[in-house]
């Protein structure tokens, strides 16, 4: 029941169906328990947290990530899944273990800089951050870079991503790590950048800890740095 | 106006016929003949009236079927219809190899690997490939040969049933071929009876049509061709009445007095076709090209082709026959950029005419002289962009019930992003896959290099012959046959 209820969790994030309103990958599936209504089955069985998480939800999407790898999905099928998994977790959250902050991975402040209103990339980033199990904090577009070390220190969080598309913004994602910096928090919060202009060689520059050079990337660099 | 001019024209020049059955059914349906002699042949100047041509066009069937192997595959045309097939064709003299090679750069001493591009004359073996090839690519609709065979062993009287044979042995889609010797033409509908499965079955299911370059621009009937068309009429198969006048030699260079002329002629071997069996089914052929001032060879990719063929497209449509036109013609002799905006152009702009069969569309360059199967790899994707661009429009009342929905639903998600139903359309193949021969390179176009590993995929998938006993009928009844191509010896 307990194996049957799991693998049934990772069918449905390859299917990408949040509950049982969605469509998935194949038609026809609209009607049928999704992800969120199957967490809710297998915690009403009294199915452990950490098997839920671990070998569903996590499973799910890391077999997301390899048919993205082999050409089979596509940036679509990624996006659909990770939300899955968003949903997922939302049931999750009152059942995880006492004491456990409930941030998996980690806590993740994810912004767009100062003066900069785009957000597709900075989107992109906080699903699949969302689904590969971190906890994101979304701050939004045009975020002053005290904001963010503010979020950064409310939030306590473990790293700060974030984003620009122009090259006239980009040099705000420096001001964020110089309030870091001021309010002493350097050194326990990581900072993630990407977007269009940035690069590895301008991450270095500002003191970035690192730079992803698309969406997959960012997320794997996430995991290094927090690992 | 221009089917006024047309008409014109085939009363007064009229045509000049060298073929004395054709001019007995013109004369016996209201037409003027007057004899006359050009160089060592006997010849007619004749006077087409109006009212013969609208005659004969009202006994056209609108709507024909080119059979094929696979009754899957089979191409249904409607004169009226939007639909538009994709096939292959001509008989190209060199067949085209890419090998890849590596260099060493003088400049920064960097190893590249370069496709290196050789010509070899056509022969039995690459047209039997190219039939193979042409069953593996997906826009490919219906196959014209599209190598000219010079083999040694192969002779004025065997050619044809050779090259029917390598063609309806490779590919199980509709086979539309022309007949090099009339006296061929027996043995050639034998073997495709044999496929079909008798004289009867071949009708409903002709796995092979025909075409006929009945006319010689200007306005000419030529002799053995028209023997070859009456006969096919009689037999009740499909049959193109192709005609290939080029603007500028043939024809005059100008839109209208082009379209004027290749109309008539069409319209010429249209009227001796149903003259010989009213009712045949009979496809409206225009192929005219535009010569090149420099040498007054063919040229292809220019707009007055595109204006010339949709022209002509529009008249078959107007006088409701099945049309066949031409797109893809590479003037470059080599794959490249060259070749790309010619045969993107014509692909593009012909199909607006809506055609119901587009020829010479894969791997032609040099004109029609070299056949590429990379090219043709490449031209089965810019065909798959041309079909997908001339879809039906998205633009319905229920898609604007559903973009209600949809937007609604976004505007109050999380982040507000149309992935979700990207991911549904991507799914049911309603968004474009995108360039599939891309490389990673960031000095080099890796195109071909690309198609050419794809190529070698299509090239090694599995034969479908045909069957055993088919091929024993036809090794046992086709003299000529060379025993080579039998797949089962």
Not at chain 1, 142 to 159: G, H, Q, S, T, Y
Not at chain 1, 193 to 215: H, L, N, R, V
Request: glycine residues 8%; proline residues 4%.
């Amino acid at each position: 029941m307990s194996k049957e209820l799991i693998g049934k969790i990772v069918d449905n994030v390859l299917q990408g169906r949040r509950n049982k309103d969605d469509e998935g990958i194949e038609e026809g599936m609209a009607g049928e328990p999704g992800v969120a209504e199957l967490v809710q089955d297998a915690i009403d069985s009294g199915i452990d947290t950490d098997e839920i998480l671990l070998n569903g939800l996590s499973r799910g999407m890391e077999m997301v990530g390899q048919k993205y790898e082999t050409g089979e999905y596509f940036i679509p099928d990624m996006l659909t899944a990770a939300e899955a998994v968003e949903e997922g977790m939302k049931v999750m959250e009152p059942h995880l273990v006492k004491g456990e902050d409930g941030s998996g991975k980690g806590k993740v402040i994810m912004a767009t800089v100062e003066k900069d209103l785009h957000d597709i990339g900075k989107n992109l980033v906080s699903i699949m951050l969302k689904g590969a199990g971190f906890t994101v904090v979304d701050l939004g577009i045009d975020v002053p870079a005290a904001r963010i070390a503010e979020a950064a220190e409310e939030e306590k969080a473990n790293l700060v991503g974030l984003s620009a598309l122009l090259n006239t913004t980009m040099s705000n994602m420096g001001d964020v790590v110089k309030e870091l910096e001021k309010k002493g928090l350097r050194d326990k919060v990581k900072v993630l950048i990407g977007g269009a202009p940035t690069s590895e060689d301008f991450a270095q520059e500002i003191g970035a800890d690192s730079y992803g050079k698309d969406a997959f990337a960012a997320i794997r660099e996430a995991e290094k740095l927090l690992k | 106006m221009i089917d006024k001019t047309s008409l014109g024209l085939l009363e007064n020049p009229g045509i000049l016929c060298y073929h004395e059955e054709s001019v007995s059914l013109l004369e016996k349906a209201g037409a003027k003949a007057t004899a006359t002699r050009e160089g060592e042949h006997d010849a007619w100047w004749v006077s087409i009236p109006e009212k013969v041509v609208r005659q004969a066009l009202e006994t056209v069937p609108a709507k024909i079927t080119l059979g094929a192997r696979n009754p899957e595959n089979r191409v249904i045309l409607e004169a009226e219809g939007n639909r538009v097939h994709f096939g292959s064709g001509s008989e190209t003299n060199y067949w085209l190899e890419v090998k890849p090679e590596t260099f060493v750069s003088r400049e920064d001493g960097h190893e590249r690997i370069i496709p290196v591009m050789k010509r070899n004359r056509g022969n039995l073996d690459y047209l039997c490939r190219s039939a193979h090839l042409s069953e593996q690519l997906e826009n490919l609709d219906f196959f014209i040969r599209n190598v000219n065979v010079q083999d040694d062993d192969i002779t004025t009287e065997n050619k044809d049933v050779n090259v029917f044979f390598a063609a309806l042995n490779n590919i199980t889609k509709p086979v539309i071929s022309g007949v090099a010797d009339f006296d061929q033409l027996e043995k050639v509908v034998n073997m495709a009876e044999i496929i079909a499965g008798g004289r009867e079955e071949l009708i409903k299911n002709p796995v092979v049509s025909f075409i006929t370059s009945v006319v010689k621009s200007p306005l000419q009937i030529v002799a053995e061709t028209a023997e070859k068309l009456i006969a096919i009429a009689r037999l009740g198969l499909p049959v193109v009445i192709s005609t290939s006048p080029q603007g500028g030699s043939t024809a005059p260079i100008d839109e209208m007095g082009m379209v004027a002329q290749v109309n008539a002629e069409a319209l010429a071997g249209i009227t001796i076709n149903q003259l010989a069996n009213p009712g045949a089914p009979v496809i409206y052929g225009a192929v005219p090209v535009r010569a090149r001032m420099d040498d007054l060879h063919d040229m292809y990719g220019v707009p007055e082709f595109c204006h010339y063929n949709m022209d002509c497209a529009q008249m078959a449509r107007y006088y409701k026959v099945p049309c066949y036109s031409t797109a893809g013609v590479g003037d470059a002799r080599v794959p490249g950029i060259q070749a790309a905006v010619e045969k993107m152009y014509t692909y593009t702009a012909v199909p607006f005419a809506a055609p119901g069969l587009v020829h010479y569309a894969f791997g032609l360059l040099d004109k029609t002289q070299t056949f590429s199967p990379e090219q043709a790899v490449l031209d089965n994707h810019k065909i798959g962009m041309a079909k997908f661009l001339h879809r039906e429009s998205g633009v319905n009342e229920e898609a604007a019930e559903r973009t209600l929905k949809t937007v609604q639903e976004v505007m109050h998600s999380p982040y507000r992003m149309y992935a979700r139903h990207a991911r549904g359309m991507l799914r049911r193949g309603e968004i474009f896959g995108g360039f599939p021969f891309e490389g990673d390179s960031e000095d080099q176009d890796q195109t071909l290099l690309n198609v050419h590993e794809h190529l070698k995929e299509l090239e090694a998938r599995d034969k479908q012959y045909l069957p055993e006993e088919i091929c024993k009928k036809i090794f046992d009844t086709t003299p000529g046959l060379l025993p080579r191509l039998n797949p089962y010896k």
